[in-house]
Nanobody, 124 residues
Framework: QVQLVESGGGLVQAGGSLRLSCAAS????????MGWFRQAPGKEREFVST????????YYADFVKGRFTISRDNAKRTMYLQMNNLKPEDTAVYYC?????????????????WGQGTQVTVSS
């Protein structure tokens, strides 16, 4: 049974930082590409960032480039999202997701497993 558990969300002031973690179990992990997505109230889920199985390939949504950094530690079966210079518009539930494939992908429908999400709230 695959489980993805996000942590690290919370309330932060604009300009602050948070580090999200996604701990995986029930899958090989080192052969799974991973991704972060988010969903704000009243909005559709949107792509944030993705990382290939080795960590060698990463992609970011334009609105987080230069502020967020995705990484992974295959030995710990954990993926991270370092979020700096947070803005109120970053407020959302952040979800981690895993693909059965090794390649990084931006489309949510290419992901097979999803976590329950962690709330990030940025106050102005």
């Amino acid at each position: 049974q695959v489980q993805l558990v996000e942590s690290g969300g919370g309330l932060v002031q604009a300009g602050g930082s948070l580090r999200l973690s996604c701990a995986a179990s029930g899958l090989i992990f080192s052969t799974n590409a991973m991704g972060w997505f988010r969903q704000a109230p009243g909005k559709e889920r949107e792509f944030v960032s993705t990382i290939s199985w080795s960590g060698g390939v990463t992609y970011y949504a334009d609105f987080v480039k230069g502020r967020f950094t995705i990484s992974r530690d295959n030995a710990k079966r954990t993926m991270y999202l370092q979020m700096n210079n947070l803005k109120p518009e970053d407020t959302a539930v952040y979800y981690c997701a895993a693909r059965r494939g090794v390649g990084a992908r931006q489309a949510g429908e290419t992901y097979d497993y999803w976590g329950q999400g962690t709330q990030v709230t940025v106050s102005s």
